[in-house]
């Protein structure tokens, strides 16, 4: 901030006005180009739940045709069941030990 008490003259007025305004700028600027930064982080975080989303959306209407077979279990439990198995199968704590002779 320019120091007040030494404008003397319009000029003085002028320069100082300048200055803030210059300033006021580059902050509206630096403010813009954060505010763009985020928005990018935000469609970035968006697209990944979208894609979430449609890959569920892809397995369930893929077990659709099973329901009609089994009208008893869920979509929901079978998914559920198909899930916990690809999870049993991917954990280490879980997979096959090698038997010892």
Known sequence: MPDL????SL???????????????RQQADLQRDAAGIQRNINHVLNRFRSVGQ??????SFFTPVSVFTPKLSKGA????????LFRKLSPKHSPKPKAK
């Open 11 to 25: 000029d003085d007025i002028a320069a100082a006005r300048q200055t803030l305004q210059q300033r006021a700028d």
């Open 78 to 85: 079978l998914l559920l069941s198909l899930l916990k198995r």
């Open 5 to 8: 008490s030494k404008i003397r």
């Open 55 to 60: 890959t569920f959306s892809s397995l369930v």
